[in-house]
């Protein structure tokens, strides 16, 4: 089992629409959690930190459920500028060695 | 945007060859990290350095080296390139856990 899965999708969306990523770690040590973005062929950006009672930075929302090892991001009323993919990246406990996923490509179409 | 560099952006080589992918950032960053990232596959950390005169091996088995005689500069250097070397090389820094890309370096080992 990969240390941290994600759908790799693609989601395909209209302008408007809302859409939701998951993606579950198997590290129960793991401590802190990220979601970055990375457009074709361009190195990743951090989107968001992931907080424990979750957080919200414009049109996103990021989740985390411990007991349940996954995290969540809730992207609103979507723009064609979203279309991206969206890596979940999680930091091994007491360290600052993150494990990325594979991402999830999201693509917002008109 | 972050102030971290990589040169060559892309380098075709042919077999056999040494070579040294450049990679320097000016935020006065502690630690450095070095990916591989095959297209639409996630990245897969390949050596990181915690300090000046530290490096370390990531996850993934690779063949090349790495140095850290200056905070600012992380070279990673081939020996000796092989065609299973083709691959998009990123380097990134954080003084926590945020981490800043480098743009990659694109190698093609022919």
């Known amino acids: 089992r990969k240390e941290v899965e994600q759908d790799p999708g693609p989601f395909n969306v209209p302008e408007g629409a809302t859409v939701a990523f998951n993606c579950t770690y198997s590290n129960s040590a793991s401590q802190s959690f990220f979601w970055y973005r990375q457009d074709c062929r361009k190195e990743p950006k951090l989107l968001m930190s992931v907080y424990s009672s979750g957080n919200e930075d414009g049109r996103f929302t990021a989740q985390l459920n411990r007991a349940s090892q996954y995290i969540s991001l809730l992207i609103r009323d979507s723009k064609l500028s979203d279309s991206a993919t969206y890596l979940c990246v999680v930091n091994r406990g007491g360290s600052y060695i993150p494990t990325f996923g594979r991402g999830t490509s999201l693509i917002v179409h008109p | 945007e972050a102030d971290i560099y990589q040169t060559p952006r892309y380098l075709v080589i042919g077999t056999g060859k040494k070579i040294t992918l450049e990679c320097s950032q000016t935020m006065g960053h502690d630690k450095m990290y070095w990916y591989q990232q095959d297209p639409g596959m996630e990245l897969h950390l390949i050596h990181y350095s915690y300090g000046v005169n530290s490096t370390e091996k990531g996850d993934l088995s690779s063949e090349s080296t790495v140095s850290r005689i200056r905070t600012e500069h992380f070279p990673l250097t081939l020996e000796s390139a092989r065609p299973s070397h083709t691959s998009q090389y990123l380097c990134?820094?954080?003084?926590?856990?945020?981490?800043?890309f480098g743009p990659g370096t694109r190698l093609l080992v022919l």
């Open positions: 990134a820094s954080s003084l926590k856990e945020t981490q800043y």
